[in-house]
């Protein structure tokens, strides 16, 4: 058998399920330029992304093996490739509808393997007993434990000694696409390399390991720094999912961590089943009202609201932002400003460093009231007890705000007040929070489901 290993979101040689077939192997990855073409040049993903992939490139060399790295079109560089007498391509799944589209594509002109290595579970491994999908997460998540305990996921996939790459020489360049060679930069793909936080991997476990014991307690306070911060890790592969559960089993706390990596799962998984809702509500017709000035209040930091404008500058500036400001960020957006969420999930597309369509998408949906979960549409935050409750002290706000340093923190927390006074370079509330939240129930429960 000679096989492909396409690198995709498994950006690692370690416990990567690509590398347990033996036989001659060609691995690749391609920076797909249907993607690039709508980036930004100094966007940051690609520095991360970069950087993963000349890693791999050295790590597979150091087993023996190397990395065939393309720019350019995937159809027409596996076409290219099938052209050689491979029998597969070997890929681990990826579920957003241009993935899909893509792969089947690939599927056509040769035999594609899938494999399962960007999850826990496999889309068809939890089910209900009538064999269709969950809805609701805690079902959901009471299965797949149940799965996992009798699951082996905790076997290590090892590289075998059988592995070896196949050199042909006519591989490299043709038309259209470049063949990229060692002496890999970033100027090669047309974008900027940007400066990105050097924190290692072994230093983030390191540390996970001391915070896992108070991540129950202490995720959701936004100036603390009490959780994994893995996620772009998970996004791009470099961590592997089952190395993530064997790190974290047994340890004080382990359980509520595990549950959010559930969490990621159960998005990927809906997203799997039920494709549509990448664009569309799942549930209610009504979707928000297009209003570009509220959009561009919100995307500028200008709301006035200060927990919001953090969070978004936190965004812009970092490519970050915490859990609990992005609930309380897109609560905002779909409900007091009554934006259609899929504006938002675009935004947030457009800087998050561990963008992933899942888990974004959903986690819109949810805001909005208008996913699969049995989230009402009347729960709305406030931002103002929001940010009372989890930046007490406006240590986050005043972090991104610098405008509000000098501010009392009890008047960052009063709405009244900052609808009442004038501050330096910052403006007044654009919105009265009972007043908007009420027009979004309002709006909400005169639409059918
Ligand atoms: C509106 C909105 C948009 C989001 N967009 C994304 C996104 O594009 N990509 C993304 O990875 N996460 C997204 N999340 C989920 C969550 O905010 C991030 O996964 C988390 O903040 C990452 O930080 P961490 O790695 O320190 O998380 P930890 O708390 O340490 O959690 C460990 C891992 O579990 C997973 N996880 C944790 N919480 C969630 C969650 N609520 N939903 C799904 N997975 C979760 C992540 O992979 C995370 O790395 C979004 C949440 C909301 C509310």
Redesign the pocket.
């Known amino acids: 058998m000679k096989r492909i290993l396409w690198f995709r979101r498994d950006l690692r040689v370690s416990d990567n399920s690509l590398l347990t077939f033996g036989g001659e192997v060609l691995p690749i990855f391609i920076f797909d330029t249907n993607i690039l073409d709508s980036l930004d040049i100094n966007d940051r993903r690609i520095t991360i992304i970069f950087n993963a992939v000349v890693k791999l490139k050295s790590d597979l060399q150091e087993i023996g093996l190397d990395l065939k790295i393309y720019y350019g079109k995937p159809i027409e560089i596996l076409k290219h490739l099938a052209s050689f007498g491979f029998d597969e391509v070997v890929a681990s799944g990826d579920y957003d509808a241009y993935a899909r589209q893509r792969d089947l594509e690939v599927s056509q002109f040769i035999h594609f393997r899938y494999l399962s290595d960007t999850y826990i579970f496999k889309p068809h491994e939890v089910l209900k007993e009538d064999k269709t999908p969950y809805l609701v997460f805690t079902p959901f998540y009471q299965k797949a434990l149940k799965v996992l305990e009798n699951r082996e996921i905790f076997k290590k996939e090892i590289a075998t000694h059988t592995l070896h790459t196949i050199c042909y020489d006519g591989i490299s360049g043709f038309k259209n696409s470049k063949c990229i060679q060692l002496d890999l930069e970033m100027k090669t793909l047309g974008f900027q390399k940007t400066e990105l936080d050097q924190i290692s991997l072994k230093s983030k476990l390191q540390s996970l390991r001391l915070k896992l014991c108070i991540y129950k307690l202490e995720?959701d306070f936004l100036s603390l720094d009490a959780?994994?911060?893995?996620?772009v890790e998970?996004?791009f592969g470099t961590l592997g999912i089952r190395e993530l559960l064997r790190f974290v089993q047994g340890l004080d706390g382990s359980a509520d961590?595990i549950r959010?990596?559930i969490?990621?799962d159960f998005?990927a998984y809906l997203l799997f089943h039920f494709p549509r809702i990448e664009h569309e509500n799942y549930k209610y017709s009504f979707n928000g009202i297009a209003d570009q000035q509220k959009y561009e209040l919100f995307c500028s930091a200008k709301t006035g609201v200060p927990i919001i404008d953090a969070a978004v500058t936190q965004l812009i500036t970092t490519g970050k932002m915490?859990?609990r400001a992005?609930?309380v960020a897109?609560s905002f957006f779909t409900k007091d400003l009554l934006l259609p969420w899929q504006w938002g999930e675009k935004f947030?597309a457009k800087h998050?460093l561990?963008?992933?369509k899942a888990?974004?998408v959903l986690?819109?949906q949810w805001?909005a009231g208008t996913g699969v979960d049995p989230q009402p549409y009347f729960r709305v935050f406030n931002p103002y007890l929001q940010a009372k409750r989890f930046d007490k002290d406006t240590f986050y706000i005043k972090q991104y705000l610098s405008q509000l340093c000098d501010i009392d923190l009890k008047n960052i927390h009063d709405e009244e007040w900052l609808l009442n006074n004038k501050i330096l370079e910052y403006p007044r509330p654009i919105i009265r929070h009972h007043e908007a939240s009420k027009i979004a129930i309002e709006s909400f429960k005169h639409m059918e489901i």
């Open positions: 995720r959780t994994s911060n893995l996620s998970l996004r961590f959010q990596l969490f990621r998005y915490h859990n992005r609930m897109a947030f998050l561990d963008y992933d888990s974004n986690s819109w805001s």
